[in-house]
């Protein structure tokens, strides 16, 4: 059966009636949107695996206590910001490796840990050039509070309204806002050498 | 009134770019933006920052993922998810609901209550002999099922045993005997709570293995 044109809510439905697709359909919808926030607030792809595979776990096998009301989004990023901030709290950040692991030191091992853009369909020149301003931005973000990070992330780069990062994050709308303003100056302050 | 005097808010601006403001807010802003360069640039900063925010890649995890995922799930067969699905349509899910739920619980509790209440108004039953007459039955019926319980069970042969050896070896062991058997099932019960945590209750990540022990 085909799942992809189902809503998260009907996938889950399916899920909870003990159908294996439904959760790889789960899986396939959300495992480069979790990814992509749980490396961007721990910046170390191996804990990145880690943490977003506890954080399917986690989900899966909780599929009961879901609450359909609520977006099925905002409970996975939740737990997955979750589960990040929980481990950032054991572990001190390491330093950002979007071109692979900082405890790499042979070319197999950096292209072993590097990361893999899957968006975007540019040409040689427009990927030199976004990869730059790219990884000067990751390395802006890096360099910002987590609760900066978190918010500009789901606010920015998953397109989540205010409101839904309220409740991922689990801080009133107004904290919100002044999170992501801070951020938003901060990013602005770093990366003005940057301008066209 | 000089047009520097006139320059927005940093906060109106930002908020002009993300298209949060609307209105005449809206149109006061657009206005000044399309005859104050100033002004112009810092929107178009704006404006570069989202774009540039919006275009950071999605990033992928290893392939293998599900695979590596779904090792750790557990899909329940179809009728466990049948029964869980009916045991969960039975727990209210609004505030109406529970209402409902708790009077209906409340009117058992209620005739219960006023029964007792009753008993309790009569003069020749205190609370007291109420009290006194419950722990007596409750005292005098587990003493009977414990005492049948053990009575069988002590008949069977590896009863017989079992309390033979160790009634000898507490005769032979003696202190110390005693100290290092208490000591060597003490560890056992460690290493035991050890394994069932890592096992049932850890979420296990990439690369750990569950542990095992054998006698």
Known sequence: MDYSGLTDQDVVERARQGREPAFRELIRRYERPVFSLIYRLVRDRERAEDLAQDTFIKVLNALDRYDPSYKFSSWIFKIAHNTALDDLRRKHPDTLSIHGSPHATTDDQIEATSLTPVSGEETPEEFTSSREIGSHIERAIATLRVEYRTAILLCHVEGRPYEEVARIMDVPLGTVKTYIHRARNELKKQLGHLRC | ?215
């Open chain 2, 1 to 215: 009134m000089r047009l520097d005097a006139l320059h927005p808010k940093d906060e109106r601006l930002e908020a002009y770019s993300d298209g949060s403001l609307a209105g005449e807010e809206r149109a006061s802003v657009e206005s000044h933006v399309r005859q104050c360069s100033r002004c112009r640039v810092e929107v178009e900063d704006w404006h570069s920052l989202f774009s540039a925010l919006a275009a950071l890649p999605v990033l992928a995890p290893a392939p293998g993922f599900a695979n590596r995922v779904m090792a750790h799930v557990s899909v329940r067969a179809a009728w466990q998810a049948r029964t869980a699905g009916w045991l969960g349509r039975c727990v209210p899910r609004t505030t109406g609901g529970w209402v409902v739920a708790v009077a209906l619980l409340g009117i058992p509790a209620i005739v219960a209550g006023t029964f007792i209440a009753w008993l309790l108004s009569r003069s020749y039953l205190t609370g007291y002999r109420l009290w006194v007459f419950a722990t007596d039955q409750f005292a005098t019926g587990t003493n009977e099922v414990a005492s049948s319980i053990l009575s069988r069970l002590m008949s069977t042969d590896i009863a017989v045993w079992v309390v033979t050896s160790v009634t000898s070896f507490l005769e032979s062991a003696g202190l110390r005997g005693m100290s290092a058997l208490a000591g060597g099932l003490a560890c056992l019960i460690v290493v035991s709570i050890w394994v069932l945590y890592r096992n049932l209750f850890r979420t296990p990540n990439r690369g750990s293995t569950y542990v095992s022990f054998t006698f």
